[in-house]
């Protein structure tokens, strides 16, 4: 099996776990809220679950993720050309003093 499947699997195993985890913490606070008493701390087994959910989740989004791409800007420079890269058009000036200039001189 190729690490993506194993990821997407990974991924939805993950994503129920929170689910679930979510849920058994809004029954617990239900409880709590029906019997009258004060939410101090979770139940260790809420936040465990909650915790494995997460690390699970995140595996998986690292082995559905492609390779790394370079980010060095010299490996960039390579693909393009002077043209593309020098070309700045904010700086073209389109008012300037060529007219009166021109006029002056003819």
């Known amino acids: 099996m190729s690490t993506v499947i194993i990821g997407k ?3 939805w195993i993950g994503f129920i ?3 679930h985890s979510t849920y058994s913490t809004y029954e617990h ?3 709590l809220k029906a ?3 004060v939410p101090n701390d979770m139940p260790i087994e809420i936040i465990v ?3 494995f959910s997460v ?3 995140a595996v998986s989004v690292i082995l559905v993720a492609g390779p790394l791409k370079p980010i060095l800007m010299k490996n960039e420079m ?5 043209d593309k890269v020098d070309t700045r058009p904010s700086f073209n000036t ?3 003093r060529g007219r009166i200039i021109k006029s002056s001189l003819g």
């Not at 390579?78 to 002077?82: A, D, Y």
């Open 17 to 19: 776990t929170l689910l």
């Open 55 to 57: 690390i699970i989740f």
């Open 94 to 96: 389109f008012n300037h």
């Open 35 to 37: 019997v009258e008493k």
């Open 78 to 82: 390579v693909k393009k050309s002077i």
């Open 9 to 11: 699997i990974l991924g």
């Open 49 to 51: 679950e909650c915790l």
């Open 29 to 31: 606070l239900s409880y």
